[in-house]
Structure formats: structure tokens, C-alpha cells
């Protein structure tokens, strides 16, 4: 299994970003998938997620109405669309399933938010 994230960079606050996870090694298709977010000195947290069993998905509270998670289940790819972005959003990005699994983590991709 292996998920690449990328799509990362270093945006001023009020801008957006799209993040990709490339998924191989699974059927990608069968999985809720999720992503979730480190920033520095903090716990990994949830950020966004399809739910089991159903195309439904739920955001964190301090995401909700700004990010849109997506899939393509054809390129077995995840999506992040992240708009109005936050110093607060800045932190390593990570994909994985929902629930996550410890194997399944990657390097991540750096999103920074600063003027």
C-alpha cells in the first residue's frame, strides 16, 4: 500500500490550495478515506472524510465551509480543496482510511499559511 500526498505549498491567509493522495496497492474504491493534519507540537487531528459504507462526507468544525474532500475512484486519487486559508491551517497533511491505519501513513504535504 503505499499514498502519496502532494499539492502542499507556502500560501498567504485567504487563499486556496488543492491537495491530491495517489492510492495504490488497495482497492482503493472500497474505502472510506480520509484526511487528517499534524502541525508542529500538536496531535495528528481529523480534518475531513467520506464515511464506511456510504459516499457522505463530515468535516472537522474548524474546516467546515471552507474545505471540500473528493474523490476519483477511477485514478484512485483523494482530493482536499482548501479555500480561505488560515495561519492556523498550517500543519502536514496526510491521507489515509477512515478509520486510519497505521501502516497506510505517508510522508505527508507541507501546507504553510503566512503573510
Known amino acids: 500500500v503505499q499514498l502519496v500526498e502532494s499539492g502542499g505549498g507556502l500560501v498567504q491567509p485567504g487563499d486556496s490550495l488543492r491537495l491530491s493522495c495517489a492510492a495504490s496497492?488497495?482497492?482503493?474504491?472500497?474505502?472510506?478515506m480520509a484526511w487528517f493534519r499534524q502541525a508542529p507540537g500538536k496531535e495528528r487531528e481529523f480534518v475531513a472524510g467520506f464515511r464506511a459504507l456510504s459516499s457522505t462526507t463530515y468535516y472537522s468544525d474548524f474546516v467546515k465551509g471552507r474545505f471540500t474532500i473528493s474523490r476519483d475512484n477511477v485514478l484512485n486519487t483523494l482530493y482536499l480543496q482548501m479555500n480561505s486559508l488560515k495561519p492556523d491551517d498550517t500543519a502536514v497533511y496526510y491521507c489515509n482510511t477512515n478509520p486510519p491505519r497505521a501502516e497506510y501513513w505517508g510522508q505527508g504535504t507541507q501546507v504553510t499559511v503566512s503573510s
Open positions: 496497492g488497495f482497492t482503493f474504491s472500497r474505502y472510506a
